[in-house]
Structures are given as structure tokens and as C-alpha cells.
């Protein structure tokens, strides 16, 4: 009864993360889109004649330094239309995650139902379902990835969602010991109930930084002499559209330039707060299923065992390049275990921790 009590208070645990996090996500977003709206409505202004009369006359310098003090200052009509796009951008990427996140996890590691006749996938089914009664839940489908990588991992929200995946690779590294024990750890998560927030954070971190990508680009190539117009009121200027605009022009050009290279900068940083989230919330998760795989299986043993095999191997599933879905993975790829923003902790740490509870 203990045992159950402790997987509902992580369950509630993982909720109350996933709900904060959501809120964290949408917030970066908002000011995201806010920063990028006001952007646009600025260098809109700074075209148009009476900008660029205003800027020739106070200097570039100035220019930026007043337009810079209203972004923090003053409420900004299309900077709240781009946060309000970007928190509803934000709700709808939310929603199709937490409904769809599994199958789109799953799609992105091309893993599949293993066919009829697969000897090392129906040893993997049966010790799953072991572990899977040993934990109280109902168990999981097995999926495997024809990959020779040594890895596993877990995914699903719901219970009818929720998948366990092994690599060809592991199948054919580990005995049946260490087999249950990494299935053990792999059900852990899904006991937990981190895997909630897990897969929502993993798919929110790949959609910030696959979508900071374009929109960087854009600003990059922005037309700044394509603009025209503008929605502040000319007030500012002391000026009708008609005044001369001598010298304006090129020191109108100065202050776009730092307008987007402002912009590249906010987009640039916006998956930094939710990667270091990702990194807070792996490490400890990570060390939470190994404690319930030691618990599960009465064999810590084993555990470390099998990470003593992995760490030998190769266990990057998307190549060299960082990819938000290794963080699910039972190990990180080797040339992400030294980042600051790992999301396992070191394997030496995690032997150390099994050994200690043997």
C-alpha cells in the first residue's frame, strides 16, 4: 500500500510540474511574440518619412534609446497582438501535445510493433509485463527501433498511450537480468508519472528551437527598405509625413539594424529557459527510476550492470546533432553526457548510486 501511495504522490507531483511548466512555455512564447510585434511596428516607423525625419533629427542613437525605453515602458498595440498569437500558438502546441505527443514521439524514432516470430522482442514483452505487475500498472505495449544504438526509452501520457522502446541493439547486448532491470527503470517513469511532463517538455524544447531556426532567418532577412508606413502616430516627430528627411534615411537604417538584430537575440535565447528546465527536471527523474528499477526487480545490481554494457556502446539515436527526444532515452548520446544542459546524470554517478543500494 506504501508502494502505491508513493506512485500517486509522484503522479501528483508530475502534474503540478507539468501545469508550471505549460505556464513557462507560454510566457516565453508571449514575450516572444511581443518583442517580435513591437519590433515590426517599429521599423515600420522608422521608414516611414516622418521616422526618418524624427531620427535625422535626434540621431540614431537617441532613436534607439527611446524606442528601447518604450518596449519596457509603455504597452505596445501590435506587440500584444504578437503575444496574444503566440500564447494561442502556444495553447494549441500544449493541447496537440499532451493528446498526440506519444504517437509523435514515437514516429520521430521510427519505432514499431515488433512482427510475429521476433524471439528477442517476446523475451522484452514478457519480462515488460513482469516489472509492469510488479509496479501496478497496466503494462505497456513494446516497440522496437532496428537500430544497433543500445537504448531504450519511454513515452505515453495515458495509459492506453503508453509505449516502452528497445533498440535492436539492446536486445542483443544485455542478458535477461539486465534486460528486466533497464524494462524496470523504463516502467518506472511511466509509475511515476513523470513521463507526463517528460513528453511535454521534450516536444516543447524541439518545437522552440526547430521554430527559432525560420524565424531567425526571416529576421535575418528582413527587407528593410521594403516597409513603408507605419502605425505610430507621427507625434513623436513633431512632424507632418512631408518634412524633409535629410540624413534620415541612413541613420534610420543604424537603428532597423539594431531593432533586428534585438529581435534575433530574443528568439535566439527562447529555448535557453526551457532547456535548463529540461536539464533540472532529467536528472532527477532519471535517478528516480533507477531507484524504481532497484525496487521493482531486487536487483541494483543489474541496473548497473547494464549501464557498465551501455556506456561501451553507442547510444546517440539522432546522430551528432542535438535532438530534444534523446532526453526520453534510458542514456544520453556520448557527446551530449558532458553538456550543461545533460539531461542524465553521469553513469559513473548513477553505478555508484545502484551499487550503493545493493
Known amino acids: 500500500m506504501a508502494a502505491a501511495m508513493d506512485w500517486r504522490a509522484a503522479g501528483r507531483r508530475a502534474w503540478r510540474l507539468t501545469v508550471l511548466f505549460l505556464?513557462?512555455?507560454?510566457?516565453?512564447?508571449?514575450?516572444?511574440?511581443y518583442v517580435i510585434g513591437w519590433g515590426i511596428d517599429a521599423i515600420v516607423f522608422v521608414q516611414s518619412p516622418a521616422g526618418q525625419a524624427w531620427v535625422g533629427r535626434i540621431g540614431p542613437s537617441a532613436a534607439i534609446a527611446t524606442l528601447f525605453a518604450e518596449l519596457f515602458t509603455?504597452?505596445?498595440?501590435?506587440?500584444?497582438?504578437?503575444?496574444?498569437?503566440?500564447?494561442?500558438?502556444?495553447?494549441?502546441?500544449?493541447s496537440v501535445m499532451i493528446l498526440a505527443g506519444d504517437r509523435v514521439i514515437l514516429r520521430t524514432m521510427d519505432a514499431e510493433r515488433p512482427q510475429a516470430g521476433d524471439v528477442q522482442a517476446q523475451r522484452a514483452r514478457e519480462l515488460l509485463a513482469q516489472v509492469s505487475i510488479a509496479a501496478g500498472i497496466p503494462a505497456p505495449r513494446l516497440?522496437?527501433?532496428?537500430?544497433?544504438?543500445?537504448?531504450?526509452?519511454?513515452?505515453?501520457?495515458?495509459?492506453?498511450?503508453?509505449?516502452?522502446?528497445?533498440?535492436?541493439g539492446l536486445l542483443g547486448l544485455l542478458d535477461e537480468r539486465e534486460l528486466r532491470a533497464v524494462l524496470a527503470h523504463e516502467v518506472g517513469h511511466l509509475a511515476n508519472g513523470d513521463l507526463r511532463l517528460s513528453c511535454v517538455v521534450v516536444v516543447t524544447v524541439g518545437m522552440l528551437v526547430v521554430l527559432a531556426a525560420p524565424i531567425?532567418?526571416?529576421?535575418?532577412?528582413?527587407?528593410?527598405?521594403?516597409?513603408?508606413?507605419?502605425?505610430?502616430s507621427s507625434s513623436r516627430s513633431g512632424s507632418s509625413s512631408s518634412e524633409k528627411r535629410d540624413g534620415g534615411g541612413g541613420a534610420a537604417v543604424v537603428v532597423i539594424i539594431a531593432i533586428v538584430l534585438f529581435m534575433i537575440l530574443v528568439v535566439g535565447l527562447a529555448p535557453l529557459p526551457a532547456r535548463?528546465?529540461?536539464?533540472?527536471?532529467?536528472?532527477?527523474?532519471?535517478?528516480?527510476a533507477d531507484a524504481a528499477s532497484a525496487r521493482l526487480t531486487r536487483d541494483a545490481p543489474a541496473l548497473a550492470s547494464a549501464l557498465g554494457k551501455i556506456a561501451g556502446r553507442p547510444t546517440a539515436m539522432f546522430g551528432q546533432d542535438y535532438h530534444p527526444c534523446q532526453?526520453?532515452?534510458f542514456e544520453m548520446a556520448r557527446h551530449e553526457r558532458d553538456s550543461i544542459f545533460a539531461t542524465h546524470p553521469p553513469i559513473r554517478e548513477r553505478i555508484s548510486r545502484l551499487l550503493g543500494r545493493a
Open 276 to 288: 535548463i528546465a529540461q536539464y533540472a527536471i532529467g536528472r532527477e527523474r532519471e535517478f528516480n
Open 216 to 232: 531567425r532567418g526571416l529576421l535575418n532577412a528582413f527587407d528593410i527598405f521594403g516597409w513603408s508606413g507605419g502605425s505610430r
Open 143 to 168: 516497440v522496437v527501433v532496428e537500430t544497433e544504438v543500445a537504448n531504450a526509452f519511454a513515452v505515453g501520457i495515458w495509459d492506453e498511450s503508453r509505449a516502452v522502446g528497445v533498440t535492436r
Open 23 to 33: 505556464f513557462v512555455i507560454a510566457a516565453i512564447l508571449a514575450a516572444v511574440g
Open 74 to 94: 509603455q504597452v505596445n498595440g501590435p506587440g500584444l497582438a504578437g503575444a496574444c498569437i503566440a500564447f494561442a500558438a502556444a495553447y494549441v502546441l500544449c
Open 327 to 329: 532526453a526520453l532515452c
